[in-house]
């Protein structure tokens, strides 16, 4: 029986990538500030909450927020809030 032809195949070489100024920078870690703005957002938004139960009714601020206990208290809007910026920015975090 007859062999059949063996094929040579080209070696794959990969296009040649183009460098952007962009792309060959290094992210380096974040800044020492950053990281104390991020934890500070996040222990604020929980000593508001803290603040809020357990002398809310006594704060003249906290009270115009709605923490008089007639209306919607704002004062979980604003320290959950502050809790979730603090989240978003370790998205950003190096």
Do not use: C, E, H
């Amino acid at each position: 029986m007859p062999k059949s032809k063996v094929r040579k195949k080209t070696v794959y070489t990969p296009p040649p990538r183009k460098q952007t100024a962009q792309a060959a920078r290094a992210a380096g870690p974040s800044s020492p500030i950053y990281v104390g703005v991020m934890l500070g957002f996040m222990l604020l938004g929980l000593v508001w909450l803290v603040v809020n139960y357990l002398a809310g009714d006594k704060i003249g601020f906290m009270i115009a927020l709605g923490g008089d206990g007639t209306g919607f208290n704002y004062n979980f809007v604003v320290g959950f809030a502050l809790i979730i910026i603090g989240l978003l920015m370790t998205m950003k975090w190096r």
